[in-house]
């Protein structure tokens, strides 16, 4: 469901990047994703929200300093860019602290039990 209150509550309609876009953005993301918080009440949904892409998010709202996200939050930042609005950007952009996202934070394509991390923690050189 798209929220505009929330953090990266969209739902991306193009092809998933085929591998993730991990810069300033995507590890505030990351970071920010760590220290969310579960609802009060431990409401939970009886299903999922899929991405186009197939990656699965988990069945509960995350909050972040109150502002509702999703567990796809990194993953949309990573591998759905493109279809991020400038408007979600800017929120992301304005989080201070970064942190290196992991495979279930990043969630890749498909969630079909893709090989594990083939391109994971390597940098150029
Ligand atoms: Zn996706």
């Given at each position: 469901?798209i929220?505009?209150?929330?953090?990266?509550?969209?739902?991306?309609?193009?092809?998933?990047?085929?591998?993730?876009?991990?810069?300033?953005?995507?590890?505030?993301?990351?970071?920010?994703?760590?220290?969310?918080?579960?609802?009060?009440?431990?409401?939970?949904?009886?299903?999922?929200?899929?991405?186009?892409?197939?990656?699965?998010?988990d069945?509960?709202?995350?909050?972040?300093?109150?502002?509702?996200?999703?567990?796809l939050?990194?993953?949309?930042?990573?591998?759905?860019?493109?279809?991020?609005?400038?408007?979600?950007?800017?929120?992301?952009?304005?989080?201070?602290?970064?942190?290196e996202?992991?495979?279930?934070?990043?969630?890749?394509?498909?969630?079909?039990?893709?090989?594990?991390?083939?391109?994971?923690?390597?940098?150029?050189?």
């Amino acid at each position: 469901m798209i929220d505009p209150n929330g953090i990266m509550m969209i739902e991306p309609t193009g092809q998933a990047a085929s591998e993730p876009l991990v810069d300033d953005l995507t590890r505030k993301m990351a970071a920010a994703y760590r220290r969310s918080t579960l609802p009060a009440d431990g409401r939970r949904y009886r299903g999922w929200h899929t991405c186009v892409c197939g990656a699965k998010s988990d069945n509960t709202d995350h909050f972040i300093d109150g502002k509702k996200t999703n567990s796809l939050c990194v993953h949309y930042l990573a591998f759905h860019r493109k279809d991020v609005p400038p408007s979600e950007l800017a929120k992301v952009q304005r989080m201070s602290e970064g942190a290196e996202p992991n495979e279930e934070e990043l969630q890749r394509p498909g969630g079909r039990g893709s090989p594990t991390v083939l391109w994971g923690n390597r940098r150029g050189g």
